[in-house]
């Protein structure tokens, strides 16, 4: 099953170029320490915002007569979510983890509902349990990503991240929000590039906000025809400002 639509960014004025985002993201996490900000890459990671489908490859094939018609149930919370009832559609979903347990959707969209309700811990122990009942769900780990970024666990976003992309070698968010997470805070710029093309090869050439990117970072390794003497090299500030990816 596909699980989940795929979501943009929004950006910033960065110092050499300005870069025009869509904001498609509403999800807000709080409680972390900011960060000086490298402005010309995004400041919303890609993420799904809804898991679209109830199910997983591991769901009974016929849940119990007497607790309705799960895909109904489903639906109905999800049509809860996009009218930002949040409160009914946390109790839908909360529901049907309940009455269904071994379905992974439902525990996705409701981690959703925590991470845009400040609730970070339970949104990590809400996707873990997703991508556990279903280790195939893309869209669980690349939260999981997101969350533990947003944390600061930037081993387990990585971990997360790649989990994503295992899972679904297309998953272009994930590829995105991987090479962010490598260039700004791993650290990895050249690791970054190879996320950044395939973002770029997967989104049909049609987003081409990445390609000031690779050029940047490949400029920047480039190897230079004659030594500059240190004396006339131009001074340097630092590294680049350490990326906030916020939701």
């Not at 993420?47 to 997983?56: F, K, L, V």
């Not at 109905?76 to 347990?101: I, N």
């Not at 970070?120 to 533990?148: D, K, M, P, Y």
């Not at 049909?204 to 906000?209: E, F, M, S, T």
Request: aromatic share 6%; net charge neutral; glycine share 6%.
């Amino acid at each position: 099953m596909a699980p989940c639509a795929e979501l943009t960014l929004t950006t910033g004025r960065g110092p050499m170029r300005t870069l025009a985002l869509a904001l498609l993201v509403t999800v807000a996490l709080a409680g972390c320490g900011r960060k000086a900000t490298r402005p010309d890459r995004p400041t919303t990671p890609t993420s799904s915002d809804t898991t679209t489908e109830p199910g997983t490859a591991t769901d009974p094939a016929k849940p119990p007569a007497d607790k309705g018609d799960p895909e109904g149930r489903f639906n109905e919370a999800l049509e809860l979510m996009k009218q930002k009832k949040t409160a009914e559609a946390e109790a839908a979903f909360l529901a049907l983890t309940k009455d269904f347990p071994d379905f992974s959707g439902p525990v996705t969209n409701l981690g959703i509902l925590f991470a845009k309700t400040n609730r970070r811990n339970e949104a990590i122990a809400a996707f873990t349990r997703a991508a556990t009942l279903n280790g195939q769900n893309a869209s669980a780990f690349n939260w999981l990503g997101i969350v533990n970024r947003e944390a600061g666990n930037y081993p387990r976003a990585k971990e997360s991240y790649e989990k994503a992309i295992s899972v679904k070698p297309d998953y272009a968010a994930a590829h995105l929000n991987l090479g962010l997470l490598l260039e700004n805070q791993l650290r990895q710029p050249e690791q970054a590039v190879e996320h950044y093309r395939e973002y770029y090869r997967i989104s049909g050439g049609k987003d081409l906000r990445v390609l000031p990117w690779i050029a940047e970072i490949e400029a920047r390794n480039a190897p230079t025809t004659a030594p500059v003497p240190a004396a006339a090299a131009p001074s340097r500030t630092g590294a680049p400002d350490e990326q906030e990816i916020k939701r």
